[in-house]
């Protein structure tokens, strides 16, 4: 059980990187980046995520920061999508590539007419 004062303790990137590990089909990775084998915060799903956290008003994504954590993805088994989990003070977004978007969308509405056409 945690108690208050240890909750008190943790950083704002610690709390975050616990909420993505607690959503369905998430998992903190362990020591979270501090070794090569566990690259990264957390794993959604197929997605290697990097958790990000500023207190300004906005915050500044750069290339070479996204292919390497692209690069991460890719090495990580069995192969994971790169994405960015970003809070904005109390404003919380997810930053994929475009084409994993799209794919997703498009399995999604796949998937939806799967299941309507199986309820008939």
Same mark, same amino acid.
């Given at each position: 059980? #945690? &108690?208050?004062?240890?909750?008190?303790?943790? &950083?704002?990137?610690? !709390? %975050? #990187?616990e909420r993505l590990g607690r959503l369905e089909g998430g998992s903190k990775q362990i020591n979270s980046g501090r070794f090569w084998r566990w690259k990264r915060d957390n794993k959604i799903y197929e997605f290697l995520i990097e958790a990000r956290r500023t207190s300004a008003n906005s915050f500044s994504i750069s290339r070479d920061e996204f292919l390497n954590i692209q690069k991460n993805a890719y090495q990580t088994p069995p192969g994971l999508l790169p994405g960015? %989990? !970003?809070d904005i003070q109390e404003l919380q977004l997810i930053t994929l590539r475009l084409t994993d978007f799209h794919s997703m969308y498009h399995r999604l509405i796949a998937l939806e007419r799967r299941d309507e056409e199986s309820d008939e």
């Open positions: 059980m #945690e &108690t208050p004062w240890d909750r008190a303790r943790k &950083t704002r990137h610690q !709390i %975050q #990187e960015m %989990q !970003i």
